[in-house]
Nanobody
Framework: QVQLVESGGGLVQAGGSLRLSCVAS????????MGWFRQAPGNKRDFVAT????????YYADSVKGRFTISRDNAKNTVSLQMNSLKPEDTAVYYC???????????????????WGQGTQVTVSS
């Protein structure tokens, strides 16, 4: 089992920045790909970004490409999401997720992930 805890959400004005963090605990000795998803009220949970266990490859939803950056520190069991140039449409609950994976495997779909955090609210005001 792996437990994930997100932090760093909050209220920010449009054009501002936030940095989300996710700390993993439990069976972290295995290799995991990590992802960030978000869910706005009335919407399904959408893919935001994912990073391979190696950290060498990261992929983004088109809506956040160029504005968000995912990174990880395996020594600290953390994954982060730096969000710049935030827009009101980025408002959502953001979830960290993990899936056991190979060195460079990539996972885009929420159904593929095994473990989820409790979520952190991000609100962007116009």
């Amino acid at each position: 089992q792996v437990q994930l805890v997100e932090s760093g959400g909050g209220l920010v004005q449009a054009g501002g920045s936030l940095r989300l963090s996710c700390v993993a605990s439990g069976r972290t000795s295995s290799s995991y790909a990590m992802g960030w998803f978000r869910q706005a009220p009335g919407n399904k949970r959408d893919f935001v970004a994912t990073i391979t266990w190696s950290g060498r490859n990261a992929y983004y939803a088109d809506s956040v490409k160029g504005r968000f950056t995912i990174s990880r520190d395996n020594a600290k069991n953390t994954v982060s999401l730096q969000m710049n140039s935030l827009k009101p449409e980025d408002t959502a609950v953001y979830y960290c997720a993990a899936v056991r994976s190979g060195y460079s495997s990539v996972y885009y779909y929420s159904e593929q992930y095994d473990y989820w955090g409790q979520g952190t609210q991000v609100t962007v005001s116009s």
